[in-house]
């Protein structure tokens, strides 16, 4: 039994708005389409925790459906969207991170166990093939703030009384736990020079996994990338001077200890100047569209289009 449905003139009104009557999980830059929305003191506040720590992975909770759905929410044909869906480089990674989490959960396993809704297979969803949006955290996370972030929808009643709480609790502690220890995935490790000074920005990604805007190391050097056990070819590069790559094999069972450790040292001294304190990061406009005027211009392959979305008037994520 739901305390407020769906039908209530209450339903959005006194959900999901802030004070200036603002969809927060529409108010954050977006990579495909522009986002005229203007920024809300909340949302501001979420990008600058983001930029004052390095978050590595994270999850947003939300009722009204049960499914652990990844990025991206919009998207281009680039991204997949002629083919009903929008994925990531990353997608491997997502589709297990999601899967960790739904596969624990008992219910949201199903796929099905909310009534008149979508089913899910195996519990998970693409975001995008869901139903696209923009300006969500999702999005913005993944490609602005270098994290790891999925949608949790936990409960079919958007919501739900307090006494389901206990319920809640028993059947997501298990998800949430082993979701967390995720963030043991992959590679770490830092970026020095020659005098072992760690650099800051330089640009650490897997070569067959470039991200729009590159993924880059912290004011202490350091770097985290979630990648599934296999072999890669890490690219580690200070801009304006040079590459460093190296093979990686990530072997199984990395998760459950620590993500392997693999440490760069670049055979110069790094300008004093370089030793910036925060993170350099691309400027909030809808990358993939800025992409493809570049690429134009520089007669490159690559070619975006732009896709008009329509939301689904069935939950909002
Ligand atoms: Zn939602």
């Not at 990395?254 to 990061?281: E, I």
């Given at each position: 039994?739901c305390?407020?449905?769906?039908?209530?003139?209450?339903?959005?009104?006194?959900?999901?708005?802030?004070?200036?009557?603002?969809?927060?999980?529409?108010?954050?830059?977006?990579?495909?389409?522009?986002?005229?929305?203007?920024?809300?003191?909340?949302?501001?506040?979420?990008?600058?925790?983001?930029k004052?720590?390095?978050f590595?992975?994270?999850?947003?909770?939300?009722?009204?459906?049960?499914?652990?759905s990844?990025?991206?929410?919009n998207?281009?044909?680039?991204?997949?969207?002629?083919?009903?869906?929008s994925?990531?480089?990353d997608?491997?990674?997502?589709?297990?991170?999601?899967?960790?989490?739904s596969?624990?959960?008992?219910?949201?396993?199903?796929?099905?166990?909310?009534?008149?809704?979508?089913?899910?297979?195996?519990?998970?969803?693409?975001?995008?093939?869901?139903?696209?949006?923009?300006?969500?955290m999702?999005?913005?996370?993944?490609i602005?703030?270098?994290?790891?972030?999925?949608?949790?929808?936990?409960?079919?009643?958007?919501?739900?009384?307090?006494?389901?709480?206990?319920?809640f609790?028993?059947?997501?502690?298990?998800?949430?736990?082993?979701?967390?220890?995720?963030?043991?995935?992959?590679?770490k490790?830092?970026?020095?020079d020659?005098?072992?000074?760690?650099?800051?920005?330089?640009?650490?990604?897997?070569?067959?996994?470039?991200?729009?805007c590159?993924?880059?190391?912290?004011?202490?050097?350091e770097?985290?990338?979630l990648?599934?056990?296999?072999?890669?070819?890490?690219?580690?590069?200070?801009?304006?001077?040079?590459?460093?790559l190296?093979?990686?094999?990530?072997?199984?069972?990395?998760?459950?200890?620590?993500?392997?450790?693999?440490?760069?040292?670049?055979?110069?001294?790094?300008?004093?100047?370089?030793?910036v304190?925060?993170?350099?990061?691309?400027?909030?406009?809808?990358?993939?569209?800025?992409?493809r005027?570049h690429?134009?211009?520089?007669?490159?392959?690559?070619?975006?289009?732009?896709?008009l979305?329509?939301?689904?008037?069935?939950?909002i994520?």
């Amino acid at each position: 039994m739901c305390s407020i449905t769906q039908g209530s003139p209450y339903y959005i009104f006194f959900s999901r708005f802030n004070k200036n009557e603002y969809d927060l999980n529409r108010n954050f830059p977006d990579a495909f389409e522009n986002n005229s929305e203007a920024i809300q003191p909340e949302t501001q506040a979420v990008k600058n925790w983001l930029k004052s720590e390095t978050f590595i992975l994270s999850a947003n909770l939300h009722g009204g459906a049960l499914v652990a759905s990844y990025p991206f929410d919009n998207g281009v044909p680039e991204t997949g969207t002629k083919r009903g869906h929008s994925i990531t480089p990353d997608n491997d990674v997502f589709e297990y991170l999601a899967y960790t989490y739904s596969s624990r959960n008992p219910e949201m396993r199903t796929g099905n166990f909310c009534k008149n809704s979508v089913n899910f297979r195996n519990g998970i969803t693409n975001g995008y093939t869901w139903y696209p949006l923009k300006g969500g955290m999702q999005d913005y996370n993944y490609i602005w703030a270098q994290c790891f972030e999925i949608t949790l929808e936990v409960s079919c009643c958007k919501y739900p009384p307090a006494e389901n709480l206990p319920n809640f609790w028993n059947n997501n502690r298990d998800s949430l736990i082993s979701y967390m220890k995720q963030v043991h995935l992959g590679i770490k490790g830092q970026v020095f020079d020659v005098n072992k000074n760690p650099i800051p920005n330089a640009i650490v990604e897997s070569n067959d996994r470039n991200h729009i805007c590159p993924y880059r190391t912290n004011r202490f050097g350091e770097y985290y990338l979630l990648l599934l056990p296999g072999s890669y070819t890490i690219n580690a590069t200070v801009p304006g001077r040079t590459t460093i790559l190296k093979q990686v094999t990530i072997p199984e069972n990395m998760q459950n200890s620590s993500a392997l450790r693999v440490d760069f040292h670049f055979p110069f001294q790094v300008k004093s100047n370089y030793n910036v304190t925060t993170r350099v990061s691309c400027s909030e406009v809808p990358l993939y569209l800025y992409f493809r005027s570049h690429s134009d211009r520089l007669k490159s392959h690559f070619i975006f289009f732009f896709l008009l979305t329509f939301v689904s008037i069935f939950h909002i994520k």
